[in-house]
Each structure stands twice: as C-alpha cells, then as structure tokens.
C-alpha cells in the first residue's frame, strides 16, 4: 500500500484528463498534526509514503517541510508527486535535507504536453512544459533523485512522429540521471477528451514501441508498466504495479490517502467516480472471484494481470475486466519472449502497491512519476 499526504486540494494546473478534477479547489483547512497522527497510525501496513495533492508543493512551505520531516522519519527518506511548476530553491534545499525523491508530472517536450496548462490559459501547455523541463534540470543539477509520470495519449503518441519525439525527450532524461519514470494512459474523463483517447490496440502498440527501445539502451526495468509486467512473469508479487493485481473497487487496498483534515480515503482514481472517503472494513477479492468465471476465465494471462484496473472497467462496470485487455495481453506476449514465465501464476496479490506516487524501488503506485 502507498500511502499519499495531501496538505493542499489545488492546483495551478488544469490538465485536461485530470481525474481529480471534482476534488480541486476543495476548502480543507490543514491540520498537519491530525495528518501525522494519522500517518503514524497506519504506516505499518504501508509499503511507502508521498506528498501528494492537488498540488503538495501549493501548500505553504512550512507545511511541505513538516510532512517531509514526518516521512522522513519513518523512512529514513521521502517523497513527493509534484506537477514540477513550483519548485523553488527553499523546496530542492528540503528535498536535500529529507532525502525526497520527487516525481514530476509531464508528457514530454514542450511541443507534446499541450494538455497540462494553467487553470485560465488554454493555450499555456508549452509554456508549463518549458519550466517544469527546466526544473527537472535544475533537480538533477542539485543531485535530486527524479522520476517521471507520463501520460499517453493521441497529443503526444498518436503517431510515429510524435512517438520518436517522445523517447528523444525519454533518452534527454536519461543523460541527465533521471531514475525512470512510469506511462500511464490518458482516460477520457469526459467525451470531449474522446479526440486525444488512444484505442486499447493503438495503446498496445505504443507500449511495444516504447518497450523495445528502452530495451535497446537497457532502460526497459527503469520504467513503468515494463518493469511491473517483467516482475509478474518472474512472481515478484510485491513489485508490481496496483492495476496487475486484485483491488476492491470500493476499499481499493493499493492506496490510503489522507487529506489534509486528517480523514482518510480511497485510491485518487474514485475521485472521478464520486467516491473519497474510506469506509469501515477489510477489502475484498469479489471482482477477482468474478472475472475468474467470466471475461477472464480461461485467459493465460489471468494468474499475472487479473483483469486490470476497476476503473478502466468496460463500460464503466467494475465487474467487467480492463478496456485494455488487448494492449496488456499484447505487452505480455511481447514481454514473455524475453522472460518466459518462471512461476506459477499466483490467484492474489498481496503486497502489490499504488501507482499514484513517487516512481523508485520503494513504491509502486500507479499514478506518480
């Protein structure tokens, strides 16, 4: 489980596939005592801790540095999931101090992120996306560790052209250390994001571009979802991302937010759904026990990826396995041809954490650089 503090419900940002969208702009007063307590409470059942948001680094500094410190404690390190536009130099001298690892939200060249602009500048994509690759810069030149959540969609892997553009800018970050970074796929949250939604084949496809060249200057185990699907077909259960596991949709077990009041609540994807605060109880394994006898029964592939996310769900409908079914089953026969199956697929996966936080070797949450 990863555990995201969010001291802040903001943002400068409008990003256009943005599942938070419901909850930004939310008045919660910051209570970082309540935050912490909470924190030291449920910390034994999580396998990491981030700053999350909204924002986090929207929040005032003093509250940045307390939850830093608090995590730092725990840990002996720190995270933190930022949108890279606000980082100053009081922010890289904390990052120093807690030892944070910080994942930065961006799609690439300022020519591709088109989607992530201020909340009142449609036309400010490039603009948001020169200073947030300046930023990335800077940390590394300070010896910050970096990782990068990308979102795919047609702005920015619609075609070959834009595909070569994209790992150009992966490559301009390996050469300046970033750590690796995890691609997720652009969701349209509304029907007008329906233009830059890429098919599930089309994601397949994508995903197989992007594997083979990373592969070919061996930074494949550097990124996610390449290095999750590897660790599946080697039974490292613990290591692989929230979506190749069995979540509850209604107690998801990969993620624990707690908001900045100090309450506690659901993966960040339900935000989207009307769904945040947690109830009462222990997940369950009934979309598992469904898919198993239905879409899924049969599938070679159920025992490593055990239908996906619930909010990727056909049709909107948790019982129903991933919309990308295709592009996971094309990545795993892709995959498998380098690192056959060495173990018996397993029917749970206990341990298996979040991808909405800060990409490194101690979290795995869906959704974070």
Sequence with gaps: MTILLMPYMDCPLRCEYCFEKP???????????????????????????SLHGGEPLAAPIEHVEALLQAIYRLMGRSGVQTNGLL????????????????????????????????????????????????NIAKLRENGISVGILCVLGRHNAGDEEKLGKLFEWVEWLRSIGVSGGRFLVLKACEPRLEEYTLTPEEVGRVWIYLYRRLRKIGWECAWSPFRDFINALKGKTGQVVCWLGCCDPWLTKACHPIFPDGTTGLCDRTFIRGLYLRPEGQPLEIRAEILKETDCKGCKWWGYCHGGCPYDAVDNDWRNKSSLCPAIKMLFEEISRYYPPTSKPTETREGYRHGDSPHRDWSNHGDSG
């Design 23 to 49: 909850v930004l702009g939310t008045k919660i007063e910051a209570n970082i005592d309540a935050m912490t307590t909470v924190l030291n409470r449920i910390y034994a059942r999580g396998a990491g801790v």
């Design 87 to 134: 980082i100053t130099d009081r922010h890289i001298r904390l990052f120093k101090r807690y030892c944070t690892h910080v994942g930065i939200s961006m799609d690439g060249p300022p020519e591709l992120s088109v989607l992530r602009r201020f909340k009142d500048r449609v036309e400010s994509g490039r603009e948001v996306a020169k200073k947030v690759n300046e």
